[in-house]
T-cell receptor, first 110, second 115 residues
Framework: TQLLEQSPQFLSIQEGENLTVYCNSS?????LQWYRQEPGEGPVLLVT?????EVKKLKRLTFQFGDARKDSSLHITAAQPGDTGLYLC??????????FGTGTRLQVTL | GAVVSQHPSRVICKSGTSVKIECRSL??????MFWYRQFPKQSLMLMAT?????????EQGVEKDKFLINHASLTLSTLTVTSAHPEDSSFYIC???????????FGPGTRLLVL
């Protein structure tokens, strides 16, 4: 079973702070996706990274895929309360199957 | 963008009864759909892959006789939790990959509470 470990599991920060979430695996994935999920809702796709070493930016969010395509990171600059949620990485395997990471719960307070 | 819906959004049932959850792709066809279960404060765990016109593929540890999956058309998959027990209470989410893409579209989830 492929496992994707995320760290930290939980993060509580104040508005304006920066943070980084890590997603690590011993397996290689064809692509890796990051999602954000709010309570009582399905996850919403933020980004897909495909190429080893790839960096993608989405406003204040920067996503990086490791050179070996086994790990990824999500960096948020100047966090805002609206960034609060559960962040999930997911590795894509065969037949569109996704393996989700253990999740990082982020809370941003005023 | 592509939309996936689920019905019902939440359901409460008595222990021992069966509950059916529907997952529909609204503007695209999906030969494959995925069913996940999410317990409070945990990540999504894949339960099974629903295949249109053939049997579902279940992940290790998921009882196929308890979680019946039917994918009768290219836009609808159903998950039936049979003889539900309180430990089956969870958030059930489906997803469908858009044909030809690696992008998956997730439904809004169904919260099941078994009393």
């Amino acid at each position: 079973t492929q496992l994707l470990e995320q760290s930290p599991q939980f993060l509580s920060i104040q508005e304006g702070e920066n943070l980084t979430v890590y997603c690590n695996s011993s397996s290689v994935f064809s692509s890796l996706q990051w999602y954000r999920q709010e309570p009582g809702e399905g996850p919403v796709l933020l980004v897909t990274v495909v190429t080893g070493g790839e960096v993608k930016k989405l406003k204040r969010l920067t996503f990086q895929f490791g050179d070996a395509r086994k790990d990824s990171s999500l960096h948020i600059t100047a966090a805002q309360p609206g960034d609060t949620g559960l962040y999930l990485c997911a590795g894509a395997g065969t037949a569109s199957k996704l393996t989700f990471g253990t999740g990082t719960r982020l809370q941003v307070t005023l | 963008g592509a939309v996936v819906s689920q019905h019902p959004s939440r359901v409460i049932c008595k222990s021992g009864t069966s509950v059916k959850i529907e997952c529909r792709s609204l503007d695209f066809q999906a030969t494959t759909m995925f069913w996940y279960r999410q317990f409070p404060k945990q990540s999504l765990m894949l339960m099974a892959t629903s295949n249109e016109g053939s049997k579902a593929t279940y992940e290790q540890g998921v009882e196929k006789d308890k979680f019946l999956i039917n994918h009768a058309s290219l836009t609808l998959s159903t998950l039936t939790v049979t003889s539900a027990h309180p430990e089956d209470s969870s958030f059930y989410i489906c997803s469908a990959p858009s044909e030809g893409q690696e992008t998956q579209y997730f439904g809004p989830g169904t919260r099941l509470l078994v009393l």
